[in-house]
C-alpha cells in the first residue's frame, strides 16, 4: 500500500491569505484526489490531479479557488486562496491504486 | 449520479453489543464498496472492502457483504469494544475513480 504524507499538518491563516499543502507518495501513481472535510461532516472531494493533465474539479470548487499541481507521479500541491472562515476544514489527499483508495493524514486548517 | 446512505448516529452501545451500520447505494455501474473509519483525533484508514456481488470484506472482527439485490453493504461487528468508538463511512468507487462518501456514523462504544 502507498504511504502518503502531507505537509503542513495544521496551520492557522489569516482571513484573505492563501495556503499551499504538499502531499508526497512514496511510489509513483497516476490518479491523486483531493478532498475536504468540513467539521462534523463528511469527506468531499474537490478535484482529480493526474499528472500531464489539468487537474479536474468537481461541481462547487473553482480552479481560481482551489488551484492543483501535479509536477510529477509523486507529488502534488493544493492552494487554498483568499481564505475566509469557511475554508476551515481538514484537507486530505488520496491516491487510487488498483481498486484502493490510500488517504494522507490530512492538514488541518483554521481561519481566522 | 452514484451516491451512498448511511444510517444516522450517533449510536451508542455497550461493550460486547452486537453493531449493525446501515449503507446502501446507488450507482449506475458495478462499483467497489468500502468501509472507512477515522478514530477520534487520526486520519482516515481502510476498514474493510469489496469488489463484486457477494463478496464478504473482513478485518478486526467487522464484517460487510456487498448485496447487488438490495444495493447494501451493511457493517457488522458481533461483539464492539470501547476501541471501536470511532467515526465509520461506507463508500462507492466506480472504476477505480474517486470515492463517493456518505455521511458518516458515529459509534460511541461505552464500558
Known amino acids: 500500500s502507498a504511504v502518503i504524507s502531507q505537509k503542513p499538518s495544521r496551520d492557522i491563516c489569516q482571513r484573505g491569505t492563501s495556503l499551499t499543502i504538499q502531499c508526497q507518495v512514496d511510489s509513483q501513481v497516476t490518479m491523486m484526489f483531493w478532498y475536504r472535510q468540513q467539521p462534523g461532516q463528511s469527506l468531499t472531494l474537490i478535484a482529480t490531479?493526474?499528472?500531464?493533465?489539468?487537474?479536474?474539479?468537481e461541481s462547487g470548487f473553482v480552479i481560481d479557488k482551489f488551484p492543483i499541481s501535479r509536477p510529477n507521479l509523486t507529488f502534488s500541491t493544493l492552494t487554498v486562496s483568499n481564505l475566509s472562515p469557511e475554508d476551515s476544514s481538514i484537507y486530505l489527499c488520496s491516491v487510487g491504486q488498483g481498486q484502493e483508495q490510500f488517504f494522507g493524514p490530512g492538514t488541518r486548517l483554521t481561519v481566522l | 449520479g452514484d451516491s451512498v446512505t448511511q444510517m444516522e448516529g450517533p449510536v451508542t452501545l455497550s461493550e460486547e453489543a452486537f453493531l449493525t451500520i446501515n449503507c446502501t447505494y446507488t450507482?449506475?455501474?458495478?462499483?467497489?464498496l468500502f468501509w472507512y473509519v477515522q478514530y477520534p483525533g487520526e486520519g482516515l484508514q481502510l476498514l474493510l472492502k469489496a469488489t463484486k456481488a457477494d463478496d464478504k470484506g473482513s478485518n478486526k472482527g467487522f464484517e460487510a457483504t456487498y448485496r447487488k439485490e438490495t444495493t447494501s453493504f451493511h457493517l457488522e461487528k458481533g461483539s464492539v469494544q470501547v476501541s471501536d468508538s470511532a467515526v465509520y463511512f461506507c463508500a462507492l468507487s466506480d472504476s477505480g475513480y474517486a470515492l463517493n462518501f456518505g455521511k458518516g456514523t458515529s459509534l460511541l462504544v461505552t464500558p
Open positions: 490531479a493526474n499528472q500531464g493533465s489539468e487537474a479536474t474539479y
Open positions: 450507482a449506475t455501474g458495478y462499483p467497489s
